[in-house]
């Protein structure tokens, strides 16, 4: 059997359903190995995501743990047997590889929810905004690892799936760079405000309940609920959240968000506003 050195997000959360359905039956890595008549340690590096697991295996594991969500069994099957090498591959090497798997969660996603208070989202950037946002990093960045994650970000544009993202007004307002740029940057969200996968909400800073959109979150709607990813951004990289608790936290949290925010026919028009001023 030949180990994984560096698994992706996506192999690891199958690995973690996989030791919840196990543990959800009461049962030890050496008690389910000898039900699969494998070694312990193969248990383990399946659950670590060091090892992949077949269609074949991975439904006897099912009915050992007398999982009966048919649902569950055959999404847990797709992300185990699934071969896709996507575009983000490409970069592997050259960007930090929670770019890629985030790539690769968005790519398999049924629904992206964004909240965002310091950033026009990057799904939604244009290239110069992207770039003066980049630029701002620390430590800083070469021309050439800017020019990089730009054309990464780029490629993550290419979307389909509904997505909806509630702004906060100091997002629109903050000037990550010059005037034009930020003008070019309001112009471009209404242009993707009116595209049919697209929603765009706002929280003007006269609206109340501002707590509820005091954090930074993206929302990755996987193939069951059960399965959702919640995104943050960590000092360094990327933290991906995936407890049943917690995602019930993030939904609400969403909800309330969302509920706090204009329509999105009203944030067009408070868009629009903000774009004339400049």
């Not at 009461?26 to 699969?36: E, F, I, K, M, V």
């Not at 090497?93 to 790519?107: M, R």
């Not at 970000?153 to 389909?160: I, V």
């Not at 940057?185 to 003007?204: F, Y």
Request: proline content about 4%.
């Amino acid at each position: 059997m030949v180990k994984r050195r560096e698994p992706t997000a996506r192999q690891l959360r199958l690995a973690t359903e996989l030791r919840r359905l196990r543990e959800a039956a009461g049962l030890n890595s050496r008690q389910a190995a000898g039900l699969l008549g494998v070694s312990p340690a193969q248990i383990t590096h399946i659950e670590s995501a060091l090892a992949g697991v077949s269609e074949q295996r991975l439904r006897r594991l099912a009915s050992h743990y007398a999982c009966t969500d048919n649902e569950l069994i055959d999404a847990l099957v797709a992300m185990a047997t699934d071969r896709t090498r996507g575009w983000w591959e490409e970069y592997r090497g050259l960007l930090p590889t929670s770019f890629l798997d985030l790539s690769e969660l968005e790519h398999h996603a049924r629904l992206l929810r964004h909240v965002a208070i310091l950033y026009v989202p990057g799904l939604l950037q244009t290239e110069d905004y992207a770039r003066a946002v980049f630029s701002s990093r620390l430590p800083e960045l070469t021309d050439d690892e800017i020019e990089l994650r730009i054309r990464h970000r780029k490629a993550r544009q290419e979307f389909t799936i509904p997505y909806e993202a509630v702004i906060h007004e100091a997002a629109l307002r903050i000037r990550v760079s010059d005037r034009a740029t930020s003008r070019a940057q309001l112009t471009r969200l209404l242009e993707l405000s009116e595209a049919d996968h697209i929603t765009v909400r706002v929280i003007p800073f006269d609206l109340d309940g501002f707590a509820r959109a005091s954090s930074t979150m993206t929302y990755v709607g996987g193939p069951l609920p059960r399965l959702d990813t919640v995104v943050r951004d960590a000092l360094h990289g990327s933290a991906f959240i995936d407890s049943e608790a917690q995602l019930t936290t993030y939904r609400t949290s969403f909800r309330k968000v969302e509920a706090a925010s204009l329509e999105p026919e009203q944030s067009r028009e408070f868009v629009h506003r903000l774009a004339k001023e400049l």
